[in-house]
């Protein structure tokens, strides 16, 4: 299994077409989770809830994201990687298509969990195929195409939501994302490449040579991190702005779509200083401006704060691509997407779930800008632990 997994590793160029096609399961995986930022001002009016109940639904789309990374494994062992990414594809969508059935917030909550369970499926599955694609020395710009996704997700969110919403309510812009990924992931199913081979099941002896290692722990340090910055103040930044500053929804989920364009190019200067330098110096950037803007964030307002709304982002996904080419140089090839599956569920409670619920209940009290600044410090903090990772580009030979 082996040996037919890294055989299919070719040339960055030659693989660019299926590395594209994974990336767009994993795009339209994650718009439709963070679809519902944009439009959560208009479910809160529709359902009736406050910002640290906008927060509890982050919360268990997060949770049930960890609880879908945990049960990945067996999914990839009994069906194969490339299967299990579009699968999970298949039920993403048809979660997108019940959700707006929800007439009320507790089942609004409980579809979301359910959608977050479907999602987290994809992960290990999607990085193992993707690295079936590709020799060693070009991951770091393969991540930094699959990391394309997340960020064109959170362009294209505000962006679809409001053209929605002049015609139809909240619940279309979820139908509209539903039905393309049953299409994506039937199409994926028939034609998608790379990851012909079992995943492996999490069992305790694997588990215990995973965290038993620091470097593990390590890296669940800066992948919290990384997505607290990124999807924590994307989910809370339209009731920020509306808020605290006055803006409309339109203004503020204009200012969210234009801040994340910027955030497209970022994934590619992160992962050619990964592939040319290391992962350490990639890493450093991510804490020191991502912290920094944070604090500016909430330090801020007027033009200074569209300045720092627009880069934050850019900085926020300097943490991925790096990120994902460390689990993959300092695990062996049997341990990286069970190493995936560990880390993920920390990974989407805390960044997913708590920095949301966080930063919601820091504007409930009218200290939006307090919680911003906090998050920027926590990752300043985190600078010293730079020095337990792997200096240069050098990795574990597979």
Known sequence: MK????????PFRVALPGVIFVTAIFFFNFLSRVVLAPI???????????HTGAGVLFMALGAGNALGLLLSGFLSRAVNHRRTV????????????????ARDYAGLLAA???????????????IATIFSLIRKEDWGKSMAVHELAPNLAFVTAPILAEAVLLCF??????HLLGAVQLCLGLWFLR???????????????????????PIFWVLVLFFCLGVCASVGPYSMLPLYLADAHG?????????????????CFAPFVAGWITDRWGARPAIFLFLLLTGSALIALGLTSDTPLMVVVLLQPMC???????????????????????????????????????????????????????????????????????????????????
């Open 316 to 398: 926020s996904v300097f943490m991925f691509a790096p990120g994902f080419t460390l689990v993959s140089t300092v695990f062996p090839p049997e341990h990286r997407t069970v190493a995936l599956a560990l880390m993920g569920p920390i990974n989407a409670v805390i960044g997913i779930g708590v920095a949301p619920i966080f930063l919601g209940a820091m504007g409930d009290a009218g200290r939006f800008d307090h919680g911003f600044m906090i998050l920027g410090c926590a990752l300043l903090a985190a600078m010293p632990m730079l020095r337990l990772l792997p200096a240069g580009t050098a990795g574990r030979d597979d």
């Open 40 to 50: 959560m001002p208009v479910i809160q009016a529709d359902l009736g809830f406050a």
């Open 3 to 10: 040996s037919r997994a890294l055989d299919t590793r070719t």
């Open 191 to 213: 034609s998608g490449r790379g990851g012909e081979f079992p995943g492996t099941v999490p069992g305790p002896p694997v588990v215990m040579q995973i965290v038993r290692r």
């Open 86 to 101: 579009g699968i999970s594809s298949l039920l993403v969508g048809a979660c997108a298509l019940a959700t707006p059935l």
């Open 169 to 174: 309510d909240w619940r279309a812009s979820l």
């Open 247 to 263: 803006y409309t929804r339109e203004a503020a989920n204009k200012l969210l779509s234009v801040s994340r364009v910027l955030a």
């Open 112 to 126: 979301l969990f359910t959608m977050g369970v479907a999602a987290g499926f994809y992960l290990p599955s999607g």
